[in-house]
């Protein structure tokens, strides 16, 4: 017989949840308003009924997405439901189904693109693979501050741009421990070191497509308007900016904080180099080379014709890690689902809003085309890195998405805009909560917060400027 909760329970749980249910609370009078169109403003505008539900349901996403008063994931199933009840069938092409359409996303090819990095990286994580690699380069590089520092930026950009970049912080904040703590306490090139992980993290992620859901996000945004990027395609688009704000954060950070010292005293225990690799361990690299290579060369019509999408080259290395027991059942478990559910829930959204045609209308309500390319890239990237400040850059990236290529489609600049928003939301980092890499080296309590403001939003504003140059004067000019 179950145990008789106590009177109080309920109570208690409602007043402890409080600010919670009032913030859903909130959410649900947002949707109301615009579904019903309470104020009479959205019918005029030229938004029907289901173009002012899928509205009510970007509003009701937002402010679960923005206060975190559910988990981001739950949100994603939120937007789901609320499609099947509040969408009429008339919104879906004949013969479709709206659940098919509203669920379709979750399991799209960028998904498996996203689900096939998650088990390279659990592959390397479990067998050590990213410990040694991490390892023999910083025991290579020397015992000069500025070299210590480039090794500890370039390692951690490298490891972000296939792993994630929370996973990738913790590892090299654990890696740095022993170099810090052998550095002098008054030293205040001690912060440098810990704030170029995050920052170099947050940065590195932008480099390939599987480095950060935004760009897996935008990528499938451009491939349903018909701009199918490959794996090397984007790489060709970021690594240029990836590479000159990994540049920006080294000579900026090492400036705030040079060293007195010209050489560090540090010992690094050479214990489990990338020497002696075990056999298992030779299988995951291998397999890792393989899946990369193929990546690379996706764009080569052999490849591309065999296997059509990066997402499923994604699945060789899910097949032959599970397949041979390198990862099993509890490996699964372990992947990042919650990331992928609100992968899934914002590319979701991002679909009602382009069958109801509501993305064009808003689009048409933007001012855009008196802007121009460089002030529209300016603005909404801005946009990106505000947002993404305080909320999930994922989600960020998925609320601005449906907008963006409708802009980006009329400027003629689909890829330009799109690329650009999407490594915009990589650039928020001024704050402890704006990334989870950021809330790792915090912990760590040898950076104050006043530091992570000052440098981070340093970091963000300079990084905004040369993206705009890049992508909105045409200096980096990638697609129409």
């Known amino acids: 017989m179950g145990q008789k909760l106590p009177q109080s329970s309920m109570k208690d749980i409602i007043w402890k949840h409080k600010q919670r249910l009032g913030i859903i609370l909130i959410g649900i009078i947002l949707f109301t308003s615009a579904y019903l169109d309470l104020f009479g403003v959205l019918e005029p505008l030229g938004l029907d009924q289901d173009m002012r539900a899928v509205f009510g349901i970007l509003l009701l996403a937002a402010t679960l997405w923005i206060t975190e008063a559910i988990p981001l994931y739950a949100t994603s199933l939120v937007i789901v439901l609320s499609q099947i009840m509040f969408i009429s069938d008339r919104a879906v092409?004949?013969?479709?189904?709206?659940?098919?359409?509203?669920?379709?996303?979750?399991?799209?090819?960028?998904?498996?693109?996203?689900?096939?990095?998650?088990?390279?990286?659990?592959?390397?994580?479990?067998?050590?693979?990213?410990?040694?690699?991490?390892?023999?380069?910083?025991?290579?590089?020397?015992?000069?501050?500025?070299?210590?520092?480039?090794?500890?930026?370039?390692?951690?950009?490298?490891?972000?741009?296939?792993?994630?970049?929370?996973?990738?912080?913790?590892?090299?904040?654990?890696l740095a421990v022993p170099i810090y703590t052998q550095i002098p306490k008054k030293e205040k090139f001690r912060k440098a070191l810990i704030l170029g992980i995050p920052f170099a993290a947050n940065v590195g992620g932008m480099g390939t497509p599987i480095g950060t859901p935004p760009n897996a996000i935008i990528m499938e945004e451009l491939s349903e308007a018909g701009f199918n990027l490959t794996f090397l395609d984007w790489m060709i688009i970021a690594i240029p900016l990836t590479l000159i704000m990994l540049l920006l954060i080294f000579v900026l950070l090492y400036l705030a904080f040079k060293p007195s010292l010209d050489v560090l005293d540090i010992e690094l225990d050479k214990k489990g180099t990338t020497q002696g690799l075990s056999k298992i361990q030779q299988f995951v690299l291998a397999i890792f080379a393989v899946t990369v290579a193929l990546w690379l060369l996706s764009s080569w019509e052999p490849i591309g014709d065999l296997f059509q999408h990066s997402g499923?080259?994604?699945?060789?290395?899910?097949?032959?890690?599970?397949?041979?027991?390198?990862?099993?059942?509890?490996?699964?478990?372990?992947?990042?689902?919650?990331?992928?559910?609100?992968?899934?829930?914002?590319?979701?959204?991002?679909?009602?809003?382009?069958?109801?045609?509501?993305?064009?209308?808003?689009?048409?309500?933007?001012?855009?085309?008196?802007?121009?390319?460089?002030?529209?890239?300016?603005?909404?990237?801005?946009?990106?890195?505000?947002l993404s400040t305080f909320m999930s850059n994922t989600a960020t990236a998925a609320m601005m998405a449906p907008i963006m290529i409708g802009i980006g489609m009329d400027l003629g600049s689909e890829i330009s805009v799109m690329a650009s928003v999407a490594l915009a939301c990589s650039m928020a980092m001024a704050l402890p909560v704006s990334t989870p890499p950021n809330a790792i080296a915090y912990g760590t309590d040898e950076i104050e917060i006043k530091d992570m403001i000052k440098y981070g939003s340093l970091v963000s504003l300079v990084g905004l400027i040369i993206l705009t140059i890049m992508f909105g004067y045409g200096l980096y000019y990638y697609g129409a």
Do not use: C, Q
């Open 93 to 174: 092409p004949e013969g479709e189904s709206l659940a098919a359409e509203a669920l379709a996303p979750f399991f799209s090819p960028i998904i498996a693109l996203f689900l096939g990095g998650f088990v390279l990286a659990a592959g390397l994580h479990k067998y050590d693979i990213d410990v040694k690699i991490a390892k023999e380069i910083l025991r290579r590089a020397g015992k000069t501050p500025k070299n210590v520092m480039l090794a500890l930026i370039g390692v951690t950009a490298f490891l972000s741009m296939w792993m994630s970049n929370t996973a990738t912080t913790a590892l090299m904040v654990a």
């Open 312 to 386: 499923i080259i994604a699945l060789i290395p899910a097949i032959a890690f599970f397949a041979s027991g390198i990862l099993d059942k509890d490996d699964l478990a372990d992947l990042n689902w919650n990331v992928l559910l609100l992968m899934g829930g914002g590319l979701s959204l991002g679909n009602a809003m382009s069958l109801t045609g509501l993305d064009e209308t808003i689009v048409e309500l933007i001012p855009y085309d008196v802007m121009g390319l460089m002030i529209v890239i300016l603005v909404f990237a801005a946009i990106g890195i505000l």
